[in-house]
């Protein structure tokens, strides 16, 4: 028997030192970034509330937090204008926040009430409005890339002068969707901007058992398109870079891959004590934290870009807005159960959605 | 007016509808330049440019992601699998994405996938498949299988100005077949409605497909035995038109269920479980399956014969049943 090679190399690449205190650079002003670090306060917040619901047994199902990672989603959907699509997964909240989603449609998709933009149907971020660029994905990974890839063509087909972007993890580059859809996005030179979150771990399995490459960048050469290895928490890298395969996308260029190192700070889901990550990784990204050093970032000397007492008032509004949220959320009912058989074929194509909510189509 | 075969009725409805709505595109492999492996898009490239006739690398899954993705912001996209056995290759994003979005968040997936499904053109295990069992069961899909050139047209059409995924299952075998005069002008022929192609008062035959044309002569040769056949056609598999089903199996008290699918699992039971349950008192007789036996569909013409249902195999089992 021919003997199998075991030596898969490190469980993830040891992170950079933490001097990596300075971060990029960006074209943003102070308005703008203030406004990143409120998208990032925000996310995490409000996955510390939804933490809070699930522990008081509030939470119908799992619960799935992208603490950590919060400069990615935030970074790159902040580099889309209105008229652009997003296709989130389930550790983007941010993205959604930054699209105009309220905290409240996601506690109350998380609930499983009535009032959710799915009425009850579907769960947690498991949502899209079409009229907020807003494309909801489903579970089976890497099926969302062919899925943008066609938001994207379609664009180009009706002159919307919008792009596509959307995410997978490291463990999601290994479906053959994943690969299908970059290559024909690739093929037909759509607008598609693709973030890979190399969060290092795919549920118990480490980015070395996914694959034996140690940057998922290089895949893109693959498809004849360029790709960018990007600091995933660092939010002004992110964005620097989103925008730029962003324009690119707008130009005609056709599509980008970023790759965004970062870390996934938690369990799989909240049930998953993520006892198999070793306890130094963690330790050691934690001084990576992407709120903390942007933070550090908007209070360094000679910035003059935030004092602590404005950013303790962004904080502090946060918390005021969430607390409305969360009671807006547990006000709402669950479903009734006859909507149960309801809204399983669309009436025309400008049905209101069975949820009774109103359907939001395209025009 | 001249006859038209059911490859040209399929090659016309694509051609109005893109001519009639500018959403409408085509999106597959080999389309363009070739004009698709049956030729049904012959000359399309030309008339509708590269943008509309959209061929892609060998990515039957993204194919289909990518017509969704269209969808979703308004387009009518029609999906060619070049033989629909490679629809297995496209079963996530048709029943896990496609199906169920309009009941998950209220969007709807006005797509159509359609190809060349059937044997009896000694296509083997690959090129002969009928695989509308794997999804009927998947809520948010309709299902067409049209058997006549007419239909074809009609049902087509029907399917490309439906707000819901539509898979469309063409019978290749029937392809240059038949021919018929089509109906002037723009016409649809509604999905969810069976159709008695055939009166009767003795014995009812439910098919759909190339299966349709089977029944037809069977009831000729039966006519001389004095069994006067009733033959439905299905034409849309999902939803099923139970209406017309039960009351063909109330007027004849006697039935047999025909396709050209394995047994197990069939659309075929699914229509046998509903006269079952519902329309058990008017029977006379126990219903009937004609299907393929559970195997792959072979390759070799005597194995793929003594596969299929035929009008020699159909018309045995009407004196079987009739003599109950």
């Known amino acids: 028997m021919a003997k199998v090679s075991r030596n898969w190399g490190p469980l993830h690449p040891a992170p950079p030192p933490p001097d990596e205190e300075r971060l990029a650079k960006t074209e943003l002003g102070r308005e703008a970034q203030l406004e990143l670090y409120r998208f990032m306060k925000l996310n995490r917040m409000a996955e510390d509330r939804l933490g809070n619901l699930y522990r008081q047994g509030k939470v119908v199902g799992g619960l799935y937090s992208s603490r950590g990672q919060e400069a990615t989603s935030v970074g790159s959907a902040y580099a889309l204008e209105p008229q652009d699509f997003v296709g989130p997964l389930i550790r983007n909240l941010g993205s959604m926040l930054v699209r105009g989603v309220q905290p409240s449609e996601v506690m109350m998709q998380y609930m499983a009430r009535g009032g959710g933009p799915t009425g009850g149907k579907d769960a947690n971020t498991h949502f899209g409005d079409v009229s907020r660029g807003l494309i909801a994905p489903i579970s089976m990974l890497g099926a969302l890339i062919p899925v943008m890839a066609g938001v994207a063509l379609a664009a180009r087909m009706q002159g919307r002068n919008a792009v596509a972007l959307t995410y997978i993890g490291d463990g999601g580059t290994s479906t053959g969707d994943f690969h299908e859809g970059m290559n024909l996005a690739a093929v037909l030179n759509v607008p598609l901007v693709l973030i890979v979150e190399n969060n290092g771990w795919a549920y118990s399995t480490p980015t070395s058992r996914q694959m034996r490459i140690k940057d998922i960048a290089v895949r893109a050469a693959g498809y004849g398109i360029p790709a960018e290895i990007v600091d995933g928490n660092d939010v002004l890298a992110v964005h620097g870079a989103t925008k730029r395969a962003v324009e690119r996308a707008r130009g005609g260029a056709g599509p980008t891959l970023i790759e965004a190192k970062t870390f996934r700070m938690k369990g799989h889901a909240e049930h998953d004590d993520a006892g198999y990550v070793p306890r130094e990784q963690i330790e050691e990204w934690k001084k990576k934290d992407p709120i903390d050093r942007f933070e550090r970032h908007l209070l360094g000397e000679g910035h003059g870009l935030a004092t602590r007492e404005e950013l303790e008032a962004i904080t502090s509004a946060l918390d005021s807005m969430l607390n409305e949220e969360v009671d807006r959320a547990l006000a709402s009912p669950l479903p009734p159960p006859e909507r149960a058989f309801l809204g399983v074929y669309a009436e025309s194509p400008v049905s209101p959605a069975a949820s009774g909510r109103g359907g939001r189509v395209a025009v | ?324």
Not at chain 2, 86 to 98: G, H, K, L, M, P
């Open chain 2, 1 to 324: 007016m001249s006859a038209v075969t059911y490859l040209e009725a399929i090659r016309q409805a694509l051609l109005e509808e893109m001519e009639r709505d500018e959403r409408v595109f085509l999106i597959g492999q080999d389309l363009g330049v070739y004009g698709g492996a049956f030729r049904v898009t012959a000359g399309l490239l030309e008339r509708f440019g590269p943008e509309r006739v959209v061929d892609t690398p060998i990515s039957e899954s993204a194919m289909v992601g990518a017509a969704i993705g269209a969808s979703l912001l308004g387009m009518r996209p029609v999906v060619e699998m070049q033989f629909i056995d490679f629809i297995s290759c496209a079963f996530n994003q048709i029943v896990n994405f496609a199906a169920p979005n309009h009941y998950r968040w209220g969007q709807a997936v006005p797509i159509v996938v359609r190809g060349p499904a059937g044997g009896n053109v000694h296509g083997s295990v690959f090129h002969s498949q009928n695989p509308e069992g794997f999804f009927q069961r998947a809520p948010g899909l309709k299902i067409v299988a049209p058997a006549t050139a007419a239909d074809a047209k009609g049902l087509l059409t029907a399917a490309i100005r439906d707000p819901n995924p539509v898979l469309f299952f063409e019978h290749k075998y029937l392809y240059r077949r038949i021919k018929e005069e089509l109906p002037n002008g723009d016409y649809e022929v509604p999905i969810g409605r069976a159709r008695v192609a055939r009166e009767g008062r003795d014995l009812s035959v439910i098919t759909y497909g190339a299966m349709l044309h089977v029944a037809l002569e069977a009831a000729g040769r039966l006519e001389a035995d004095g069994i006067d056949l009733e033959v439905l056609d299905l034409r849309t598999l999902k939803p099923l038109d139970q209406e017309a089903i039960l009351a063909s199996v109330k007027k004849t008290s006697r039935v047999i269920v025909l396709s050209e699918e394995p047994l197990t699992g069939s659309v075929a039971g699914e229509v046998a479980a509903r006269i079952a349950e519902h329309a058990f008192p008017w029977l006379d007789g126990p219903v009937h399956r004609l299907c393929c036996p559970d195997t792959p569909v072979p390759f070799s013409p005597p194995l793929e014969e003594a596969y299929l249902p035929n009008v020699d195999k159909l018309v045995a089992k009407v004196r079987e049943l009739s003599s109950y």
